[in-house]
Nanobody, 117 residues
């Protein structure tokens, strides 16, 4: 089991940047897949980015070229660097981890990102 806590959300103007952090309650070196998802009001939760233990990444089409994802296994923390933010990036951003023998998905409580035009 793992608890995840996001931080770094807030209000930013269009074109600005934010960095989100996801702190895990235990060592993440054994967690192969971690990621960020987001959910805007009235919309389904969507993929933002994922990262594996060997550093392989995957991004949603809407954020490619603007967002980057990284993880620091020594700090048990994953990051999402968001650049060139747009109003349509406004959403609650959730951290996730797929862990354990049963490959259960764990979620953080979410952090709000609001981009003003």
């Amino acid at each position: 089991q793992v608890q995840l806590v996001e931080s770094g959300g807030g209000l930013v103007q269009a074109g600005g940047s934010l960095r989100l952090s996801c702190a895990a309650s235990r060592a993440i070196f054994s967690i192969n897949l971690m990621g960020w998802y987001r959910q805007a009001p009235g919309k389904q939760r969507e993929l933002v980015a994922t990262i594996t233990n060997d550093g392989s990444t995957n991004f949603g089409d809407s954020v490619k070229g603007r967002f980057s994802i990284s993880r620091d296994n020594a700090q048990n923390t994953m990051y999402l660097q968001m650049n060139s933010l747009k109003p349509e990036d406004t959403a609650v951003y959730y951290c996730s981890a797929v862990a354990g023998i049963r490959r259960l998905t764990y979620w953080g409580q979410g952090t709000q990102v609001t981009v003003s035009s």
